[in-house]
């Protein structure tokens, strides 16, 4: 799963080359990262969300949360993000406490975050401008990652003026865009109907290819978790409460599969209760 | 075309009710017979414009009013932000600002005296602290009204605070801000003009003042005229520049009582309009479809 994203073989032609040159983040390859809660209690503080959770997600692994609406799914994104800190227990990026928010992992936001006085492509450059890439760099870069999602051609559009689908693919361009190790995403196709997230979520597959970058990705539908997840986590009643492993994971074909039906059912029959 | 046609007619529309009322000495209750007319003012303000003094009294004031307000806007911009991202500076800044606040600017003119060591000064502090409440009031609503997720998404990037600053809060609050400094430029005037006429030595608001204090009310009234026109030129271009720098803000297709645009009047002239309509509204809708 951890390939380095110097190795893509299977990226389409004219499809981002420009994002394999190692230049800020050193000779390192960029891998997953592995995160780990143990006993970690999330929420605000007088309203926990999740108690004694202990999860850990291996390095270029494809983590799908499903539960109910206000199980606490945002609030275990946010404390991976670090913007949230734990209210007990102990989270974790390879054995390290996290401290705080950090380029490293990225977050996709459920709801439109693009800052609206910057166009697209601005949008993009900031992880990278952040990061210190060189001005013209930054925005070569950034097209590229925009030609990736498929909207090279409006790279200079304000983000009010395109659609909302295209603006999650925007996210998740400025997103990858800063070479995270972790992409946390939150609903982010929640608000696209069925034919735009069947589109995205495939999207989604083909451009994470070859970052190796481990993803944790919270939705409310079943089939969503189960198409992109290698595994997927159940939350519930204040906690966690399973995780199994998904058979043929990332693949179309794969719906009627009879361990991923019984998957399918056993899942939903959880969240039923 | 039409919209300029008809604001120059409501100005014109004014001038010719003055005229009218005062060349026939009016006196119903409220009495024009002394007020001079159009054609005087216009002598008197032609008289004016071709002497020295008008143009030195131009530029002081707008000199005064510029440095004051700039000023004002550096340090409201400055205040605001930081009365509404650090909880200590509001617990130190918000009582004491507070406080000052409902005083008149023009109120702080013994202040102004004993302060500074000119006039001058005096009337720059004046008119900036004038403009200062605005701008700050309105940063400090607009900082704290910010989408909190656009924070979160340059935090999640990476970036610190200074990055949040330049890259969320300040251009994120800009709308908000040039509110303020509208409302701010039209204060510095009402206060520039009032502290000159107390104090100053040259400008138009001292002009204006000598004239009144001579019975000369042509004079009078060609002041009140610059005030208005510098007034109007420069609240035109605070809101200029806040549209500018506001371009990115969504704004509806919709206009409250706009006309439709005019089609070719050659072609069939009545239902040219209609049809101009549901055309428009079609290539909208392309447009739109284009970009799903």
Known sequence: MSTSSETVPNTPPGAAPDTSPETASGAAPVRGTRLSLSGASLGRPGATALDKVDLDIAPGEILTVVGPSGCGKSTLLRTLAGLLPPLAGEIAQDGHPLTGPSADRALVFQEDALLPWRTLRANVELPLAIRGVPRAERREQAQAWLERVGLGSQARQLPHRVSGGQRQRVQLARALAGRPRAVLMDEPFGALDAQTRAGMQDLLVEVLQGTGATVVFVTHDVDEALFLGDRVALLGAGGLVAVRDIPRPRERGAHDDPARVALRRDVLTSLGT | ?292
């Open chain 2, 1 to 292: 075309m039409r919209r300029y046609a008809l604001r120059v007619l409501s100005l014109v529309a004014a001038l010719g009710l003055w005229q009218a009322l005062t060349s026939l000495n009016v006196d119903l209750w409220l009495r024009f017979s002394q007020f001079p007319t159009v054609t005087d003012v216009a002598r008197a303000f032609a008289a004016r414009v071709s002497g020295p003094d008008y143009w030195t009294d131009l530029t002081d004031s707008l000199t005064r009013i510029l440095t004051g307000f700039l000023l004002a806007a550096v340090l409201g911009v400055a205040t605001g932000v930081l009365v509404a991202r650090s909880r200590l500076a509001e617990d130190l800044l918000g009582p004491v600002l507070e406080v000052i606040r409902p005083i008149p600017a023009i109120a702080l003119v013994p202040v102004a005296i004993l302060l500074f060591p000119s006039n001058e000064q005096g009337i720059v502090f004046i008119t900036c602290t004038a403009a200062f409440f605005p701008v700050l009031v309105s940063t400090r609503h607009s900082v704290r009204a910010l989408t909190p997720v656009w924070e979160e998404a340059v935090r999640t990037m990476g970036g610190g605070r200074w990055r949040i600053l330049g890259s969320v809060v300040l251009p994120g609050a800009l709308p908000g801000v040039f509110g303020g400094l509208s409302v701010g430029i039209g204060v510095s005037w009402i206060c520039v003009i009032s502290a000159e006429m107390i104090s100053g030595q040259y400008g138009v608001g001292y002009r204006t003042w000598q004239d009144y204090t001579v019975v000369d009310y042509p004079g009078v009234f060609v002041g009140m005229v610059t005030i208005g026109v510098l007034g109007w030129l420069t609240s035109t271009a605070v809101e200029l520049l806040g549209r500018r720098l506001t371009r990115w803000l969504p704004r509806t297709a919709y206009v409250p009582g706009a006309r439709p645009p005019r089609t070719n009047r050659s072609v069939k002239p009545a239902p040219a309009a209609p049809a101009a309509v549901p055309g428009g509204a079609r290539s909208e809708e392309a447009r739109d479809e284009h970009l799903v």
